[in-house]
């Protein structure tokens, strides 16, 4: 499986991003999918992710402002993020898993990364 996350920019505060990863594969459906970001001297941390079975989940920071969704047709997971603040700087990655794993990890593919900059 190979992923391509795009999407990142620079906005301001209080704006919104939509994020995209695009995996390949034809078995996308039945992968878990995840966001993670890394800031600047931070470890890298959980953001959203959603089961083929659309269970989805958020960290707490983020909850309430980002939207995970995939399309399977497209082969496809987005991150909607509104409401953005200057903590959400960021790179973010998109990756994916066929076992049966916590949100957290660890996920098997990893894709290159797509940096988003809010700010203030």
């Known amino acids: 499986v190979q992923l391509q996350a795009f999407g990142g920019g620079l906005v301001q505060a209080g704006g919104s991003l939509r994020l995209s990863c695009a995996a390949s594969?034809?078995?996308?459906?039945?992968?878990?999918m995840g966001w993670f970001r890394q800031a600047p001297g931070k470890e890298r941390e959980f953001v959203a992710g959603i089961r083929w079975t659309s269970s989805i989940d958020y960290s707490d920071s983020v909850k309430g402002r980002f939207t995970i969704s995939r399309d399977n047709a497209k082969n496809t997971v987005y991150l909607q993020m509104n409401s953005l603040k200057p903590e959400d700087t960021a790179v973010y990655y998109c990756?994916?898993?066929?076992?049966?794993?916590?949100?957290?990890?660890?996920?098997?593919?990893w894709g290159q990364g797509t940096l988003v900059t809010v700010s203030s």
């Open positions: 594969g034809r078995t996308f459906s039945s992968y878990t």
């Open positions: 990756a994916a898993t066929y076992r049966d794993v916590d949100w957290a990890g660890p996920y098997d593919y």
